[in-house]
């Protein structure tokens, strides 16, 4: 009987002692479950953790809760998680998250290469890894982690895409199949595909003309370094291929790599009569700010070529800030030559506007025109809202401006709030400028419309 007394003594002090911090990590780990502010429950949770010595979990999920909100923290409770043996490859990913979300792009690639070496969370550490390899154009590194991915999920569209397009910069039969994988997966994917599919199937006895023809499909997809890949092969396999050359200077200009110019220059010496290889020379010139250079190729290509409205258009962007009449009749040339293209007439429209010359000789009529032939495209009605306001047709261009807003994207209407913007400060309807120049701030604090509003909203309403 004593025995068991004490027994019950005993169990009643080992219970007395364990109930404060008990109760106290349940009240941390309740009020963590409820605070909405991230930082405030991450330390709640840290706090549970540290009473409730026995579900080390609780640091993963103070991790988890800082992020992203506080990297720095969220890397120390995913650390202290791992040192007591809680970390989850879930976990795994986010620390590595927190790392690149911290400038430590290494420690978040040790983080996901572990996961994909330990073939855990392979659709979450792949991605993430094949993202970041192809962002420092470690393309060998990028295909070995998609061709991992694919063997976990051989059906992925992303992964079987991203294959696909390295493979495409030396025109590898297997880019084909990979690329039709992804095409089917939505209408937008095979949109942005066709280009590379078309290329690659394109008969070509000299391999020389597929490789340009995969570099320039690679370019319009904004993958320069993989095009310039794609062009260094063709002018290896054919080096008196005078386009590819071209294509190569181009590329190699637009990812600041050496020996550009000379590219260029040899492409032209190799082929002096080609429209498009001055033209190639000319946007060279014009890219290095050196506008009169690139008017002589531009020049050159309209006198190879004078019923191309392409080459009119480049001479007119070329001499546009020098030379306004020279640039009206070089648009106007390219309207001539191809009256159906809403293009022309919008490049032209866009000139008066930015120049304020010529507004009413052809700037509004240029924008109808444009907006006639592309009725849904709110950068015309926007630009055509703009030649109303500066034509003074204010009640109009408020209704085309609004119309623009309600047909374009969310990634686009700062542009349309800025120019409503303007158009109530020049008619002086104080309060809608304001609102609209602090939507404008609100959508693009750092861009450049964002820094007008800034300026326009400290001058007129401090």
């Known amino acids: 009987m004593k025995k068991l007394s004490r027994a019950l003594i005993l169990l009643l002090l080992v219970t007395l002692v364990a109930a404060p911090p008990l109760v106290s990590g349940s009240a941390n780990l309740a009020r963590a479950e409820s605070t909405p502010e991230k930082r405030e429950a991450s330390s709640y949770y840290e706090a549970a953790a540290r009473l409730l010595f026995w579900h080390p979990e609780l640091y993963e999920k103070a991790g988890q809760t800082a992020f992203p909100v506080d990297p720095q923290r969220a890397i120390g409770m995913f650390l202290i998680a791992r040192g007591k043996g809680a970390l989850t490859p879930g976990g795994q990913v986010t620390l590595g998250d927190a ?7 290494d420690k978040a690639i040790r983080e996901w290469e572990s996961l994909l070496n330990e073939k855990q969370e392979t659709g979450k550490a792949a991605p993430r890894l094949a993202r970041e390899y192809h962002a420092q154009a470690q393309y060998e590194a990028e295909a070995r982690v998609l061709h991992l991915w694919l063997e976990s999920e051989p059906l992925n569209a992303e992964a079987s895409e991203q294959l696909g397009l390295l493979l495409t910069a030396s025109a590898a039969s297997e880019a084909l199949p990979l690329l039709e994988l992804a095409a089917a997966s939505s209408p937008g994917t095979a949109s942005r595909l066709n280009g590379l599919i078309s290329a690659l199937k394109t008969p070509a006895e000299d391999p020389a003309y597929r490789l340009a023809l995969c570099g320039q499909a690679l370019a319009r997809l904004g993958e320069w370094q993989l095009a310039q890949q794609a062009f260094a092969r063709a002018v290896n396999a054919n080096p008196q291929y005078a386009a590819a050359w071209g294509w190569l200077g181009l590329a190699r200009q637009q990812n600041h790599a050496a020996n550009a110019l000379e590219a260029l220059e040899y492409a032209n010496q190799l082929d002096g009569k080609s429209a498009p ?62 009256p159906q293209e809403a293009e022309s007439w919008y490049a032209l429209a866009a000139f008066c506007v930015e120049n304020n010359a010529y507004l009413e000789e052809y700037g509004l009529d240029a924008a109808l025109h444009a907006y006639a032939l592309d009725p849904k495209n709110p950068a015309y009605m926007d630009l055509l809202a703009r030649a109303q306001m500066g034509s003074g047709q204010t009640e109009a261009a408020e209704v085309m401006f609004k119309n623009a807003l309600a047909a374009g994207t969310p990634e686009t209407a700062f542009i349309h709030h800025f120019h409503l913007g303007l158009l109530y400060l020049q008619i002086g309807r104080e309060a809608q400028a304001k609102d609209k120049l602090q939507q404008t701030l609100k959508l693009d604090p750092q861009g450049p419309y964002g820094k007008q509003a800034k300026t326009l909203l400290e001058r007129y309403f401090p």
């Open 277 to 338: 290889l001055h033209a190639m020379l000319g946007t060279y010139w014009l890219r290095a700010e050196q506008p009169q250079k690139a008017r002589l190729e531009f020049e050159t290509a309209t006198r190879l070529e004078p019923a191309n409205p392409a080459w009119w258009l480049a001479l007119a962007g070329a001499v546009s800030r020098s030379d306004l009449a020279s640039a009206l009749e070089a648009y106007l040339q390219a309207i001539r030559l191809a």
């Open 99 to 105: 790392h690149l979300a911290s400038g430590e792009l």
